[in-house]
Every structure is written in C-alpha cells, then in structure tokens.
C-alpha cells in the first residue's frame, strides 16, 4: 500500500530534479518552506516532526533541497515532506506539500469495524507500522 498524502501523491515518486522544480516554484511565489519528518504518516496526524526552522529567508533552492537531503542522511527510514506556505491570509496557509521520500517498505493499513448501539458501524483505520515502537516503524526488524 502506498500513502497518499498531499500534492502528487498519486504519481510516481519525484526525481531530485523536479523537486528542485517545485521548490523553485514555490520560491518564486513568495511561500517560504520547511521539511518535516514522521515514522506515522496516519492521515490524522497532521503535526510531524520538524527538521530545523521554516526558511524564511532563502531564494535559492538549491539551499531548500541541501536540507531536505541532510534530513534524508539523518532518516533514511523515515516519510519526509516538504510543506511551502503562503502568508497572504495573515496566517500559516499551506500552499503545497508532498512526500519527498517514503521508506523502502510501507506496510500499510487495515480497517477494524466495530458494531456499536442502534446498528451503527464505526470503522477505525490501524497502521501496521504502529505495531512497532516508535522510531523503529519502517527499519528492519
């Protein structure tokens, strides 16, 4: 299974090059970027980690993709995400964002449905990579 979280994440996975494309799109824009990381890509989970602070102050996106490839040396296991953000409202707006990198094997979901009063269903979403502790989700066993 694969996650599909985000701007392109039903096509096939970003060369290095297009990424860089998009970064410069973004930076063309005006929306400054940050990378963040997670082992739990769960679509509720909306806060993952940080790697360093949003770069306000940088055009080039050669400086862009030089942090989201130190974030892929320090987390080669990890799903990492770009996030660019378009400060027009007033508030933090999230103009583009998608997957950067995805871990060699992603385990995937299942669904457990659960039969409560009245006849009502509820179905819950489990990730299989929770099944494992925290920080070892996607590396070998």
Same mark, same amino acid.
């Given at each position: 299974?694969?996650?599909?979280?985000?701007?392109?994440?039903?096509?096939?996975? #970003?060369?290095?090059?297009?990424?860089?494309?998009?970064?410069?799109?973004? =930076?063309?824009?005006?929306?400054? @970027?940050?990378?963040?990381?997670?082992?739990?890509?769960? /679509?509720?989970?909306?806060?993952?980690?940080?790697? !360093?602070? &949003?770069?306000?102050?940088?055009?080039? &996106? $050669? $400086?862009?993709? =030089?942090?989201?490839? %130190? @974030?892929?040396?320090?987390? /080669?296991?990890? *799903?990492?995400? =770009?996030?660019? *953000?378009?400060?027009?409202?007033?508030?933090?707006?999230?103009?583009?964002?998608?997957?950067?990198?995805?871990?060699?094997?992603? /385990?995937?979901?299942?669904?457990?449905? %659960? %039969?409560?009063?009245?006849?009502?269903?509820?179905?819950?979403?489990?990730? *299989?990579? #929770?099944?494992? /502790?925290? !920080?070892?989700?996607?590396?070998?066993?």
């Amino acid at each position: 299974m694969r996650i599909t979280q985000g701007t392109f994440s039903y096509l096939p996975d #970003l060369t290095d090059d297009e990424i860089t494309q998009q970064i410069a799109y973004a =930076l063309g824009n005006g929306w400054p @970027c940050s990378v963040e990381f997670t082992d739990d890509p769960h /679509p509720r989970n909306s806060y993952w980690e940080m790697w !360093g602070l &949003p770069m306000f102050d940088l055009a080039d &996106p $050669a $400086a862009v993709f =030089l942090e989201i490839a %130190e @974030c892929r040396r320090a987390y /080669p296991d990890r *799903y990492i995400r =770009l996030n660019a *953000y378009d400060a027009r409202y007033g508030r933090q707006t999230t103009a583009l964002s998608f997957i950067v990198q995805r871990p060699a094997e992603e /385990p995937g979901f299942r669904l457990d449905r %659960e %039969e409560t009063s009245d006849r009502r269903v509820r179905v819950r979403m489990h990730p *299989y990579a #929770l099944d494992r /502790p925290e !920080g070892d989700r996607y590396g070998t066993p």
